[in-house]
């Protein structure tokens, strides 16, 4: 059984950072690229981030560029997203998803798997 588990969220000023953690299971992680998503309230999801499977290569959107940065352990089956100079606009529930592919997508239905999600707030 797969799982992907967010952790690390929560409540933070603006301009501060905080840094989250997927941990995936049931999945030989290697072999998967990885992403994170963001939902605000009352929008769609919207991708964050994306790096392939040995962590080479990344993308990110363009509203986190220069702020965020994504990476990930396979020793550790944990992907990473460092965010710093955290915004208003950044509150949103982040989702980590993983795609049976050696190279990320920015589209959310190419994922397999997902997580739970955690909730990140930034106060203005």
């Known amino acids: 059984q797969v799982q992907l588990v967010e952790s690390g969220g929560g409540l933070v000023q603006a301009g501060g950072s905080l840094r989250l953690s997927c941990a995936a299971s049931?999945?030989?992680?290697?072999?998967?690229?990885m992403a994170w998503f963001r939902q605000a309230p009352g929008k769609e999801r919207a991708f964050v981030a994306g790096?392939?499977?040995?962590?080479?290569?990344?993308h990110y959107g363009e509203s986190v560029k220069g702020r965020f940065t994504i990476s990930r352990d396979n020793a550790k089956n944990t992907m990473y997203l460092q965010m710093n100079s955290l915004k208003f606009e950044d509150t949103a529930v982040y989702y980590c998803?993983?795609?049976?592919?050696?190279?990320?997508?920015?589209?959310?239905?190419?994922?397999?798997?997902w997580g739970q999600g955690t909730q990140v707030t930034v106060s203005s």
């Open positions: 998803a993983a795609l049976n592919a050696l190279g990320y997508s920015i589209q959310e239905y190419e994922y397999d798997y």
């Open positions: 790096i392939n499977w040995s962590g080479s290569s990344y």
């Open positions: 049931g999945l030989t992680f290697g072999s998967y690229a």
